[in-house]
């Protein structure tokens, strides 16, 4: 299913080049955006020092792009994209690395109703009233991954939203933006950029924390954070990936080619992950765990 996947994002490449970037609408909720974020850097506490706040983990406007990239299937737009320097193909903005995005979505979105269908879940809405930005930033922990301002910055700007450390991806259903790794990519041993695997399972899994919140399941039946990870889990399977979510030093080791980039059949039945730890809070995020 995975091999299926990686063909058609390749021929989606091709599509993608047709592909229109709109970069104009939905101006006004970015800026609301980063006018909150201006708001919850100048507040300070009772004590006088600065205090952790959501809003902090919403890109600052010299940290967004110049201009946002809009991905059609995904209904979504990408804010903001930090690369990788020492993996600069497979982390930079670029046609085939959008394609690897958006044909995810195509392919989530397809299947996604069917498989709530499937579950025998409820929904309150036919369609999301809206979705989330995306910031794309570094997500490898041994590389840049707890850098300033990439995804496990948790002492600064991550604190009030993730629940620990380390993650692929983490959706804030109350700030409406969607924190992804950023390596869509990733360079075979003949040195040819595919579609990284592990980045369409990190975003799949995300995307059933996304639609299933903007479809109504959770105002049906009430949140419940360990249901949510269950379902997110339940759809990467049901979209045929079956292998678990990666360590840093494993994605270092696919990265770096020492090991196929393709997931071994092997890891099919290790699909055991840490459990996120319980975070109470509206602030809280919907994540994707590092093994
Ligand atoms: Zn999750």
Partial sequence: MLETAAGKTTQGISRRTRMQLSFASRAVRIFACATLALVALTATSSAGGPSASRFDALPKPGERLAQPIWLPHCQMRIVEWRSTVVLRAETAPSDPALAVLDDTCRDAFE???????????????AAPESMPAISLLPGNTLIDGKAPRALNDMPSRFESVAPGCCYWGLYV?????????????????????????????????EISHVLSARLGVWEALGYDRQRDEDLAEAFVEYMGMHFPAESSAEDLAYHRGHVPARPRPELVSDVTLPRPAAHAGEGSASTSPQR
Avoid: C
């Fill in 111 to 125: 299947r996604y109703g069917t498989f709530l269908q499937s579950r025998h879940l409820p929904r309150t809405h």
């Fill in 173 to 205: 259903d109350s700030l409406n933006h969607l924190f992804l790794r950023n390596d869509p990519l990733l360079r075979t041993a003949s040195g040819e950029l595919v579609a990284n695997p592990r980045f369409v399972r990190t975003l799949t899994h």
